[in-house]
Nanobody, 124 residues
């Protein structure tokens, strides 16, 4: 059973930065494409960023492009989301997702595995 545990959320002022982490259990992390999603109160879950299993390919939602960076450390079974220039509209619960299929599958929201989420709140 694959387990994903997010951490790093918190309260930050607009313009600030946070780095989210998602630790993945198991010995086959380098087989998984990974992604980040978020869900704000009263809104549907939306895609944020995805990364291929090798880390070579990354893909971002237009709303975060140039501000957020997804990366992974296969030796640590962890994927990261570096969030800079945060805005109040970035406030949401952030979830990571994993799948052994492609990063496109993860980006489409069809990942097989999901974490429990971590709250990010950006104050104005």
């Amino acid at each position: 059973q694959v387990q994903l545990v997010e951490s790093g959320g918190g309260l930050v002022q607009a313009g600030g930065s946070l780095r989210l982490s998602c630790a993945v259990s198991g010995r086959t992390f380098n087989r998984y494409a990974m992604g980040w999603f978020r869900q704000a109160p009263g809104k549907e879950r939306e895609f944020v960023a995805a990364i291929s299993s090798s880390g070579v390919t990354t893909y971002y939602a237009d709303s975060v492009k140039g501000r957020f960076t997804i990366s992974r450390d296969n030796a640590k079974n962890t994927v990261y989301l570096q969030m800079n220039s945060l805005k109040p509209e970035d406030t949401a619960v952030y979830y990571c997702a994993a799948d052994t299929r492609t990063w496109r599958t993860v980006a489409a929201g069809s990942g097989a595995y999901w974490g429990q989420g971590t709250q990010v709140t950006v104050s104005s």
